[in-house]
């Protein structure tokens, strides 16, 4: 896993210097860029932190940029940095899922704390994140009988009804559900119903 950084991406060389300062003074590991195609070609999906995008940048603005970002599987917090007559873009930005926005000039206290609350979202994310890969990954290891068993589950029927469904006994379906319940790590069938339904594959199943 790449470790946890800052995204600085802004054309003013003062700003970058300034606000790169007083993030690496802090504690922080800060990546600075002057434009938005430096930033795309270096930052990736694996990448953990949080990006701080000035609003009005070359080649593209900062809704664009975010777009971009957003496409290329990119999903760390943004704060967006903005002029005053750059807000009504910045709102758009957060309408669009941008974190929020501060608004030119800041102080360092109000950048701090914004920061501190993005890379913890972004920490929490990929934990979220973590526990559906660990679940997909579990759901591997059923056999086409659990699985079966287990989809019953989901919809909620009792045991002599998946068993009438599937031709099996009650006692077979009831060591088939223990199964799945240890193979997915879980303790019941609701927190087992919770977390199978959070994952991409099984997401819409009682849509």
């Not at 950084?5 to 060389?13: G, P």
């Not at 609350?117 to 973590?130: G, I, K, M, P, W």
Request: charge should be negative; hydrophobic fraction near 45%.
């Amino acid at each position: 896993m790449v470790s946890e950084q800052i995204w600085l991406v802004d054309d003013e060389e003062d700003i970058r210097e300034a606000v790169g300062f007083l993030l690496g003074t802090a504690g922080y590991s800060v990546r600075t860029f002057a434009g938005p195609s430096e930033l795309l070609a270096e930052v990736t999906p694996a990448h953990r932190g949080c990006l701080l995008l000035d609003v009005r940048l070359p080649e593209m603005d900062g809704l664009e940029l975010q777009t971009r970002l957003r496409e290329a599987g990119v999903n760390m917090p943004i704060l967006f940095i903005s002029g005053h007559g750059d807000i009504p873009m910045a709102v758009r930005a957060v309408n669009a899922g941008a974190l929020d926005f501060l608004e030119k000039p800041f102080d360092d206290e109000t950048l701090l704390e914004r920061v501190a609350r993005a890379l913890e979202l972004d920490r929490e994310q990929a934990e979220h994140v973590a526990a559906i890969g660990d679940i997909e990954r579990r759901l591997g290891n059923l056999t086409p009988r659990e699985r079966e068993v287990m989809e019953h589950m989901l919809e909620g029927k009792l045991n002599k009804i998946i068993a009438a469904d599937l031709g099996m006994s009650v006692r077979t379906v009831e060591v088939h559900r223990a199964r799945v319940l240890e193979k997915l790590g879980v303790r019941n069938s609701s927190e087992m119903v919770r977390k199978v339904l959070s994952t991409e594959t099984y997401r819409d199943w009682l849509v």
